[in-house]
């Protein structure tokens, strides 16, 4: 449940996701620079992929854990605990 003071689990979710965001735009920029101080050709399209990728995967990574801290917040775990527990007096 939410019983921790503060601002409710959907905002903490989008705080999360923002700083996931800007994770990922400074990893993005810093593997970018390495690239080509390397001496790496970046062509557009290159660069254009290299940063959807490292995005995309960093910005779903955060959105898993931020649902799975959402889930945990809220009582979902709770209740299907709940249920787990009614399955096992049922003898399935």
């Known amino acids: 449940m ?9 905002a903490r979710f989008w705080q999360l996701m923002a700083v ?9 920029a810093a593997a970018l620079t390495y ?7 970046l ?5 254009i992929a290299m940063t959807a990728g ?3 995967t960093l910005l779903l990574a955060g ?3 931020g649902l799975l801290f959402f889930s945990a917040r809220t009582g979902h775990d709770a ?5 787990d527990d009614i399955d096992d007096l049922d003898g399935r």
């Not at 996931?20 to 993005?28: E, K, T, W």
């Not at 690239?35 to 050709?41: C, D, E, L």
């Open 2 to 10: 939410n019983d921790s003071p503060g601002p409710s689990p959907v």
């Open 20 to 28: 996931m965001l800007l994770v990922a735009l400074i990893s993005a």
């Open 35 to 41: 690239m080509q101080r390397t001496g790496t050709v």
């Open 43 to 47: 062509h557009l399209h290159f660069v």
């Open 54 to 56: 490292i995005v995309a």
């Open 63 to 65: 959105a898993l854990m």
């Open 79 to 83: 209740t299907v605990s709940d249920i």
